[in-house]
C-alpha cells in the first residue's frame, strides 16, 4: 500500500522553511566574527561570490533530483546513480550528528532565554556571563532537561508533517525572528563605541591593526574559510534540500527559489552580525569572546547584565530569536531523517506512522544528544574519542594524530568536518558525470532553457564547485585535525 506524497501548501510556506533551514547557529556565531577575522569587506565580496557559483549551482541540483525523484535523499540518489548511490548515506548521517550536538545547544537558549525572564525588573544579575555559563556546563542533570524539552518542541513540529508542522512553524517564527533581529541590531547600534564593531565587521585589516587577531590569513585561506561558511550556512550536501525538493510542486521554479534562499541567508547573516558585534566590541573591546558558544552565552550575556533593568528583556528576546534560528535549521535536519523512514516503509509497500517514526528518530537523536549534554563541553572529565593529539616527524615532516577536545567536537568533525564536504564533491562528480547536467536542466525546465545559462551552470557544477568543495574539504581537515594546508 502507498500513500499520496504531502507537498508544500504554498511557494512562500516553501521558500520561509528553506531559508529557516539555512539560518541557523552559525550565521550567529560564526559569520559575523570569521568576515571580520579574514577581510571585512574583502571576505563578503568573495562569500557572495561563492554563493552565485557554488551554492546556487548545488541548490539547484538538490532540490532538482528530489523534485524529479519524489523520494527522500538516500532514494533519490539510488534511484539516479549506480556510482554515486550511497552517497545519500552520508546526508542521512550528517544530519543525526549534527542533531546530537545541536539539540544541546538549543537547551542552552532555552535556559538562557528562561534565565533572563526571571531576571525582569532586576538592574543586575549575580553572576558573570563567564559563571553562568560554567555553572550550566558542569551542572549535567539541568543540561539533560532542557535538552530533553528542546527536542519535545521539535517532535511537536515534524510531527505534524511538512504543511501542517514545518510550514506552519516557519510561517510565523521566520518573520518573527526578522522583528527580533531588527530590535536588536537598533539597541546594539546605539551602544557607545557599537561602531567598532563595524569596522571589525567590515574594514578590511581592521582585526590586525586593532590587535583582535594576530595576522591576516592568506588569500587561499580567506576563499576556503568562505566557501566553507557559505556550504555550511546553506544546509547544503545535509540532505535537506533534496528532502524539501521531493515535496514541491512540478510548476515551482526552482531556480529563482535557490536565489531567493541563498540570498535571504546571507542577510540574515549580516543583519545578525550587526545584532551581535557591535555590542560585544563595544563592551569588551579586544578581550570580547567573538566565537561560538562563549559569543552567545559568555560576551552577549554580560552584554545583557550591563544593560541595567532593560538587560533581561533585550536578553530574554534575543536568545528567543537564537532559538527560533536553531528550531527551524533542527526540524529541517530531523525531516531528512523521518521522510527517509518514510520512504523505506512505503517501498516495503506499508505506510509509514510520521508520529512514531518521528518520536522514533527524537529517541535515537537524544541518544547522542545525552553523550554530548553531559560531556558539558568538555568540563565534566567525560572520555572523548581521538581527544589525545600526538605529533611526530616522517621525512622531515610533522604529522599530527587527529584530535578532538570534546564530544561536540568529535560529532562536528564527523559530520561538517567529513561527510559533507566529501559529500558535496562527490555529488557534483555524480550530476557532471554520470547522470550529466542535462538531467538537472530538464528538470528545471524553463527558467534554464537559456544557452548562457546552461552553459554557466555546467561550469560551476564541472569546475567551480569540485575546486571550491577540494578548498572546503582541505580547510575541515586543516580545522579538526592540525595539518597546515594554507
Known amino acids: 500500500m502507498s500513500k499520496k506524497r504531502e507537498s508544500w501548501g504554498s511557494n512562500v510556506g516553501f521558500l520561509l522553511a528553506a531559508i529557516g533551514s539555512a539560518v541557523g547557529l552559525g550565521n550567529i556565531w560564526a559569520f559575523p566574527y570569521k568576515m571580520g577575522r579574514a577581510g571585512g569587506a574583502v571576505y563578503l565580496i568573495i562569500y557572495l561570490i561563492l554563493a552565485v557559483l557554488v551554492g546556487v549551482p548545488m541548490m539547484v541540483s538538490e532540490l532538482a533530483i528530489g523534485r524529479k525523484t519524489g523520494l527522500g535523499v538516500v532514494g533519490a540518489y539510488h534511484k539516479l546513480s549506480r556510482r554515486f548511490g550511497w552517497i545519500g548515506w552520508l546526508a542521512v548521517l550528517s544530519p543525526l550528528l ?3 550536538f545541536y539539540t544541546v545547544l538549543g537547551g542552552y537558549c532555552i535556559e538562557y532565554m528562561c534565565l533572563n525572564l526571571a ?3 532586576f538592574d543586575r544579575h549575580a553572576a558573570t556571563g563567564q559563571e553562568l555559563f560554567a555553572g550550566m556546563l558542569t551542572n549535567q542533570f539541568g543540561a539533560l532537561m532542557f535538552t530533553f524539552l528542546y527536542l519535545i518542541l521539535g517532535y511537536l513540529i515534524i510531527k505534524g508533517g511538512i504543511k501542517g508542522g514545518i510550514e506552519r512553524f516557519n510561517r510565523v517564527g521566520m518573520p518573527a525572528l526578522a522583528i527580533m533581529l531588527v530590535v536588536v541590531i537598533v539597541r546594539s547600534l546605539t551602544l557607545p563605541g557599537a561602531v567598532e564593531g563595524l569596522k571589525f565587521m567590515f574594514l578590511p585589516g581592521y582585526a590586525v591593526s586593532h590587535g583582535y587577531i594576530a595576522e591576516n590569513p592568506g588569500f ?3 576563499l576556503a574559510t568562505a566557501g566553507g561558511q557559505m556550504f555550511f550556512s546553506l544546509s547544503l550536501a545535509m540532505g535537506i534540500m533534496v528532502t524539501y525538493g521531493s515535496y514541491l510542486h512540478a510548476d ?10 541563498v540570498a535571504a541567508d546571507t542577510i540574515v547573516a549580516l543583519m545578525a552580525g550587526l545584532a551581535v558585534l557591535p555590542a560585544a566590541i563595544a563592551t569588551y573591546g579586544t578581550q570580547a569572546k567573538l566565537n561560538g558558544p562563549s559569543l552567545l552565552f559568555v560576551t552577549l550575556q554580560d552584554v545583557f547584565n550591563t544593560m541595567g533593568a532593560v538587560g533581561p528583556l533585550f536578553g530574554a528576546v534575543f536568545y528567543l530569536l537564537v532559538l527560533v534560528a536553531a528550531v527551524s535549521s533542527s526540524i529541517a535536519l530531523t525531516e531528512v531523517l523521518v521522510t527517509f523512514l518514510m520512504d523505506h516503509a512505503n517501498l516495503r509497500g506499508k505506510v509509514g506512522d510520521r508520529r512514531k517514526i518521528s518520536l522514533w528518530v527524537s529517541a535515537i537523536v537524544l541518544v547522542l ?14 572520555w572523548v574519542p581521538l581527544k589525545e ?11 599530527y594524530v587527529p584530535f578532538t577536545e570534546t564530544w561536540l567536537d568529535f560529532l562536528d568533525c564527523l559530520s561538517e568536518g567529513l561527510m ?6 562527490l555529488l557534483s562528480f555524480m550530476v557532471s558525470w554520470e547522470i550529466k547536467p542535462e538531467t538537472v536542466l530538464h528538470e528545471v525546465g524553463t527558467p534554464m532553457q537559456a544557452a548562457w545559462v546552461q552553459r554557466a551552470y555546467r561550469v560551476c557544477m564541472r569546475v567551480i564547485v569540485p575546486a ?6 582541505m580547510g575541515q581537515i586543516s580545522d579538526f585535525f592540525g595539518l597546515k594546508w594554507f
Open 98 to 100: 549534527i542533531l546530537g
Open 119 to 121: 531576571n525582569l525588573g
Open 220 to 222: 587561499i585561506s580567506v
Open 252 to 261: 515551482e521554479d526552482l531556480l529563482k527559489n535557490s536565489v531567493v534562499v
Open 369 to 382: 544528544a545525552t553523550i554530548v549534554s553531559i560531556d558539558g563541553l568538555g568540563s565534566n572529565g567525560l
Open 389 to 399: 593529539q600526538l605529533s611526530y616527524v616522517q621525512e622531515g615532516v610533522v604529522r
Open 420 to 425: 559533507m564536504p566529501l559529500g558535496a564533491l
Open 468 to 473: 571550491v568543495m577540494v578548498l572546503v574539504l
